[in-house]
T-cell receptor, first 112, second 112 residues
Framework: DADVTQTPRNRITKTGKRIMLECSQT?????MYWYRQDPGLGLRLIYY???????NKGEISDGYSVSRQAQAKFSLSLESAIPNQTALYFC???????????FGSGTRLTVV | AQKITQTQPGMFVQEKEAVTLDCTYD???????LFWYKQPSSGEMIFLIY??????QNATEGRYSLNFQKARKSANLVISASQLGDSAMYFC?????????FGTGTRLQVFP
């Protein structure tokens, strides 16, 4: 099994629908992150969490919310999806104070 | 503000030749880390190499080396003896207070 698992891998949804992207990890890392990748823009940070009770907004949090259900689980929600949220989404984890970031395989989301 | 700049949207290199991918960064922190990731067409993020700001020697990992010039705030990736399988997007990133900030990437194409 992968260390960081993202589900679903691919999703097509309609404008206005609520959608949740899930991330689970077996690394035992405290820190978890959600990034979004758009062509020509690199990866941009949406939300991050340093432990279960710690949630922080990143560079582009508008239109998104997150939930850290447990140390191992960090979910990203789009309450009302819009077409410009079409992107590749990555979950990542890291231990505190270390550089060992681990990325999931990504979720390719299309909003039509 | 923390920032990573990759000024080469695309690069071409012939197989077996060396290639340098440019990365400059901006930070006022004394302690930081610099990363390079590879993203093949399949989409996953593959860690290549890491350089800490206090590391005196340039990092090397197999065919990858990081040319770290602290005074110039540059962290260029050098790939020696390019292979066809090196064709991919390459991202430079900087760790800032346990978050990764990414550049916009360089698409490398290796031709026979």
């Amino acid at each position: 099994d992968a260390d960081v698992t993202q589900t679903p891998r691919n999703r097509i949804t309609k404008t206005g629908k609520r959608i949740m992207l899930e991330c689970s990890q077996t690394k035992g890392h405290d820190r978890m992150y959600w990034y979004r990748q758009d062509p020509g823009l690199g990866l941009r940070l949406i939300y991050y969490s340093f432990d279960v009770k710690d949630i922080n907004k990143g560079e582009i949090s508008d239109g998104y919310s997150v939930s850290r259900q447990a140390q191992a689980k960090f979910s990203l929600s789009l309450e009302s999806a819009i077409p410009n949220q079409t992107a590749l989404y990555f979950c990542a984890t890291a231990p505190a104070g270390d550089y060992g970031y681990t990325f999931g395989s990504g979720t390719r989301l299309t909003v039509v | 503000a923390q920032k990573i700049t990759q000024t080469q949207p695309g690069m071409f290199v012939q197989e077996k030749e060396a290639v340098t991918l440019d990365c400059t960064y901006d930070t006022s922190d004394q302690s930081y880390g610099l990363f390079w990731y590879k993203q093949p067409s399949s989409g996953e993020m593959i860690f290549l190499i890491y350089q800490g700001s206090y590391d005196e020697q340039n990092a090397t990992e197999g065919r990858y080396s990081l040319n770290f010039q602290k005074a110039r705030k540059s962290a260029n990736l050098v790939i020696s003896a390019s292979q066809l399988g090196d064709s991919a997007m390459y991202f430079c990133a900087m760790r800032n207070t346990d978050k990764l900030i990414f550049g916009t990437g360089t698409r490398l194409q290796v031709f026979p």
